[in-house]
């Protein structure tokens, strides 16, 4: 799933959805976007409209890119199983633990991954591995 098209990832989460409803095998990476899907029935109505993986949802105006969050999700998962930044697993399941939830957890953890994505693309640079660590540890205290 490393594309630079965003149609072509669009489109990766539309199929790896339409093979889970159709009881279809998935490979890991299909089953992953998958289950973030099934955990967002408020997006799977765009994931059903092909027009979607052309769209540009317009923040300014207060709509929600789907594939951005969903996209967060499964990067913040990829994360876990690398533990990569180092240590992030074991922050991640404490987090786990203070949010309730798995899901709630990563949603707070967006906010430090959306920063440190936005810093590197204004920087130019790749993202501060320990700048990101430390957000995270933020959330604990």
Avoid: I
Wanted: aromatic share 8%.
């Amino acid at each position: 799933m490393f594309s630079q098209d965003r149609v072509q990832l669009r489109t990766f989460y539309r199929s790896s959805f339409e093979a889970l409803k159709n009881g279809l095998p998935l490979e890991p990476l299909q089953a992953l976007v998958a289950q973030v899907v099934v955990e967002h029935p408020e997006y799977q109505l765009a994931l059903e409209n092909a027009d979607s993986a052309h769209k540009d949802f317009q923040v300014a105006t207060g709509e929600s890119n789907p594939f951005l969050h969903m996209g967060m999700h499964v990067a913040l998962r990829e994360q876990m199983v690398a533990d990569r930044p180092a240590g992030m697993s074991v922050l991640y399941r404490t987090l786990c633990l203070k949010a309730g939830d798995p899901h709630a957890a990563e949603h707070m953890m967006m906010e430090c991954l959306g920063e440190a994505m936005w810093r590197a693309q204004s920087n130019n640079t790749a993202p501060d591995e320990e700048a990101f660590l430390a957000c995270v540890r933020r959330l604990l205290a």
